[in-house]
């Protein structure tokens, strides 16, 4: 089971951290992401991260600007997000991968029920 929060409404520029509290399965073994899907879009891959956090992986459209980080001694799997922009603005998910490409949703398990982001202008 996944747990995420940490979202909220905040003015373009600024910044929020997401959390993802995990529970039920051994976190520590596996990779984790970040997805997340604006109204009428499709769910688009943000962030990965591999077990160890020893690799990052980052959409083009937020690298440079936000940062995925795990703690397996909590469970938890953290997005930073800074200098948001409008266009940052959806309901953000963690998931559990489970093999193939990191930005290919159908690769992953576990989704969680997201949290809202909303960057206004």
């Known amino acids: 089971q996944l747990q995420a929060y940490g979202g909220g409404l905040v003015q373009a520029g600024g910044s929020l951290r997401l959390s993802c509290a995990a529970s039920?399965?051994?976190?520590?073994?596996?990779?984790m992401a970040w997805f997340r899907q604006a109204p009428g879009k499709e769910r688009e891959f943000v962030a990965a991260?591999?077990?160890?956090?020893?690799?990052?992986y980052y959409a083009d459209s937020v690298k440079g600007r936000f940062t995925i980080s795990r703690d397996n001694a909590k469970n938890t799997v953290y997005l930073q997000m800074n200098s948001l922009k409008p266009e940052d603005t959806a309901v953000y998910y963690c998931?559990?991968?489970?093999?193939?490409?990191?930005?290919?949703?159908?690769?992953?398990?576990?989704w969680g029920q997201g949290t809202q982001v909303t960057v206004s202008s």
């Open positions: 991260i591999t077990w160890n956090g020893d690799s990052r």
């Open positions: 998931a559990v991968f489970t093999g193939g490409r990191y930005y290919d949703h159908n690769n992953y398990a576990s």
């Open positions: 039920g399965y051994t976190f520590r073994h596996y990779d």
